[in-house]
Each structure stands twice: as C-alpha cells, then as structure tokens.
Nanobody, 121 residues
Framework: QVQLMESGGGLVQPGGSLRLSCAAS????????MGWYRQAPGKERELVAR???????NYADSVLGRFTISRDNAKNTVSLQMTSLKPEDTAVYYC???????????????WGQGTLLTVSS
C-alpha cells in the first residue's frame, strides 16, 4: 500500500501566502514524478506544477512566478509554496505521485485526498 497525505490548506486573504505539503508513505521503492493538481468548483482538475525525481519542473502558466514546487527525495515529500494568492486560486489541491512499489516493482499512480485552499477577503 502506498498513500499520499496532504496538509496545509486553509483560508488566505488575496495577496497572501501558503505552503502545501505532501508525504508519501508505505511500500515505496522509489518515486518518479510528483506534482500538484487542483480542481475548482465546476471545473476539471488541472495541473498546477510537476517535478521529476531529478528536479525538472513544469508550472501551469497561471501560477508561473507565484508558486514554487520542491521535493525531498530522501523523505518522499513534495511541497508547494504559494505566494501572491488570488481568489481564482481557490480550489481543492491534490498531491500526485508515480511510485515504484517495494517488493512488487509495480508502477503505481497515487493521489492524495485533497486539501482545500480558499482565497478570500
């Protein structure tokens, strides 16, 4: 079993900052890509940012320059530092990871349960 657990959501005023964290646990041999997606009410889930094991990063145009993704391969964690938050950033944020399972070698995609970010005054 491999699980992802997010933390750090909440209510933030426009212009504020917040950090989301995600920790992977369970039978993990290695983790390849990790990322953050979000889903706003009435909209489809969209990519926010992704980072490869080697540190290559992609951002959605809407968050470029405001959000920073990082990961700690030793701790199996990924974080998203968000600044200059806007009301349109309001969404449920999901952690995503592609994991090689220990013992079986299976390549698994896992999602966290989601954490709500609300940007409002």
């Amino acid at each position: 079993q491999v699980q992802l657990m997010e933390s750090g959501g909440g209510l933030v005023q426009p212009g504020g900052s917040l950090r989301l964290s995600c920790a992977a646990s369970g039978s993990i041999w290695s983790i390849n890509d990790m990322g953050w997606y979000r889903q706003a009410p009435g909209k489809e889930r969209e990519l926010v940012a992704r980072i490869t094991r080697g540190g290559r990063i992609n951002y959605a145009d809407s968050v470029l320059g405001r959000f920073t993704i990082s990961r700690d391969n030793a701790k199996n964690t990924v974080s998203l530092q968000m600044t200059s938050l806007k009301p349109e950033d309001t969404a449920v944020y999901y952690c995503n990871a592609f994991v090689v399972e220990l013992g079986t070698g299976r390549y698994l995609e896992r999602w966290g349960q989601g954490t709500l970010l609300t940007v409002s005054s």
